[in-house]
Every structure is written in structure tokens, then in C-alpha cells.
């Protein structure tokens, strides 16, 4: 059974080991109102039987589904998941995590923001709540380096960085600057992705356009509070952030430099636990970031005529 596009934008969702959460996150994309769309579903070789737990939403082609075969982690899945929606053939990409549970307007509020603005734009971004009602501390975007959306009241608030929590981009635009970069594995991956669009084309915060971001607390956790088991993806974040600011220049390195010093001084002072290791993590990945150089992918836009013969069921 070959998979048919049915409308044109595709909801792009990533998993990991997460089905229960995952189930909510589609079935509240598929009762969105006024405009609907595609589900294309990367699973990142989850192991708890997610395939299983929506096979009958496969076999409806209600989602799109694709194994990757290995935990490429969530920027290795939005590279995936980017690269489909283009090859399937989809004239926008809807990128969110799988605890993004999806407002029914939302969708519609983001195809109105596209009309008025003519299709003039990089990428709109929807505003993201925690589930009592409060701005999504860590999906705020941001209008400048070190500048958080504050305007919530306009139809559209110009940004320059958003985060893959109802991230909305055109297939052009993907095509034109590329993908996500994989080589990330986790975080700033969309704070690389975003900046790396807005450089060349204004973008968006759409404060019609909302969902709600099921983490577990809406409290900012950084490495110094973080447990010891939860060390490894802070090695991600400070040498990924050094990719991110070394793009901007001088105002870049001296925030990259700023922030990393007070994060420093945040564990010297604040850590109870591991707080040798946890100065070690961000002074090596720290370092680690300047002989970091990731190369960005583009759509193969070949092979791309292949996915559309492929069975809906990955």
C-alpha cells in the first residue's frame, strides 16, 4: 500500500521509548479543526513497543510511520523527519516532540499567519504552554542572543531562535538551507536550525497558534542542580552551543563566554553533588565545541522519488 498525501503540510513527530505520551501527541493532531494535517512518525528504535501500541493508526495511513534503527537522538530524528516531509512531497514541515499535545486551532492559526504574510518568512513558531497554563519556560523564543519573547498580544512577533515544540517551516526553505544537524544527537539543534534561517529571512512567533508542552515540570533545570545520571547530555549542550554563538561573531563568542563563566560560578557555589565532575563536563565539552565543525545536509531530492512508492508502514 503506497502512501497518499492528503493535505500539505505534515506534522513532523519524534520518539523515543515514550508510547503513552506519543499516543496523546497524535490524537490530539488528528482532532485538530479547520485545517488538518499528514503524520509523519520517526521513531528513534524505541523499545517499548511503539509500533505495536499504533499499528492500527499505521494501517489506517493515519501516520506515516519510519523506524530509523538506532537512537539518533532528537536531532538526528528531526533531520529524518525534515527530509521526509520533502520527499513525500509536503509543502510545509510541522516539527514538535512527541509531548507536544497539539491545541485544535493551532494548525489553522499558523496557516492564517502564512497568508498574511504572503509566504514571506524563514519559519513561524506557535507559543508553547506547560500543562497549568503558563508559558513553556524553555520553549520561549527568542528575539535576540540572550532576548526572550515577551509580546504575546500582536499577530505575528518577529524572532530570530525557536525551539521544535510547533516549529513551522516551508519545503522551499528546508530545500534552500538544509537540514538539522544529526551530528548534534541532543539540544540547540533547533536553536541552530532557527538562527541558521533567520539570518536570511524574517521569522516568527504566532501567539494564536498554541500547544502545550507535557514535561514533567515547567521549572529550568540546570547541570548544577541535575543529577549525576543526567551528566551525558550536558556534554551535548556545551559543545553544541559553541557551533551556535561562533556564527554571530564577536557579540557571539562574548556571550558564549559570559554564559559558560556564569554557569561555572553556578556550580562552584550552587552544585550539592558531583560538582567536580560537573565542572569537568562543561569545561571539556566547552572545548570540545572549537574543533567541532558539523557539516550541514541538504534534501536528497533523488531519493525522494522513491519514498513516494513506500508502504505506510516504514
Not at 493508526?57 to 527530509?83: H, K
Not at 551525558?232 to 554563538?245: A, F
Request: aromatic share 12%; net charge positive; proline share 3%.
Amino acid at each position: 500500500m503506497k502512501w497518499q498525501r492528503k493535505h500539505p503540510v505534515a506534522a513532523v513527530v519524534v520518539t523515543y521509548n515514550r508510547k503513552d505520551m506519543l499516543k496523546g501527541c497524535l490524537e490530539h493532531l488528528l482532532l485538530l479543526e479547520k485545517e488538518q494535517c499528514d503524520i509523519i512518525l520517526i521513531d528513534n528504535a524505541s523499545t517499548d513497543g511503539t509500533k505495536e501500541a499504533i499499528q492500527d493508526l499505521i494501517d489506517r495511513q493515519q501516520v506515516y510511520y519510519f523506524n530509523t534503527g538506532e537512537n539518533i537522538g532528537g536531532a538526528g530524528g528531526f533531520r529524518v523527519g525534515s527530509e521526509k516531509a520533502v520527499q513525500l512531497g509536503y509543502d510545509y514541515a510541522w516539527l514538535m516532540d512527541d509531548d507536544t499535545y497539539v491545541t485544535p486551532l493551532a494548525l489553522s492559526e499558523l496557516l492564517k499567519a502564512d497568508r498574511r504574510l504572503d509566504g514571506r518568512y524563514g519559519f513561524l513558531s506557535g507559543i508553547a504552554y506547560w500543562t497549568d497554563g503558563s508559558i513553556c519556560n524553555m520553549n520561549r523564543q527568542r528575539t535576540g542572543l540572550h532576548k526572550k519573547l515577551e509580546d504575546y498580544t500582536k499577530d505575528q512577533v518577529p524572532v530570530i531562535m525557536a525551539t521544535f515544540v510547533s516549529f513551522f517551516v516551508k519545503a522551499d526553505v528546508i530545500v534552500k538551507y538544509g537540514l538539522p544537524i544529526q551530528d548534534f544527537f541532543i539540544w540547540s539543534d533547533d536553536l541552530e536550525y532557527s538562527r541558521r534561517i533567520s539570518r536570511h529571512l524574517p521569522c516568527y512567533a504566532v501567539p494564536a497558534s498554541r500547544v502545550v508542552h507535557r514535561m514533567g515540570s515547567n521549572q529550568k533545570v540546570g547541570i548544577e542542580q541535575d543529577s549525576p545520571d543526567r551528566l551525558w547530555r550536558y556534554r551535548y549542550m556545551y559543545r553544541n552551543e559553541v557551533v551556535l554563538y561562533r556564527r554571530e561573531g564577536l557579540k557571539g563568542y562574548l556571550y558564549l563566554y559570559a554564559r559558560t563563566a556564569f554557569h561555572l560560578l553556578k556550580v562552584l557555589f550552587k552544585a550539592k553533588t558531583a560538582k567536580s565532575e560537573k565542572l569537568k563536563v562543561i569545561k571539556t565539552s566547552f572545548k570540545k565545541g572549537f574543533h567541532f565543525h558539523p557539516q550541514i545536509e541538504y534534501v536528497n531530492l533523488e531519493e525522494g522519488k522513491a519514498d513516494h512508492d513506500e508502504s505506510a508502514g516504514g
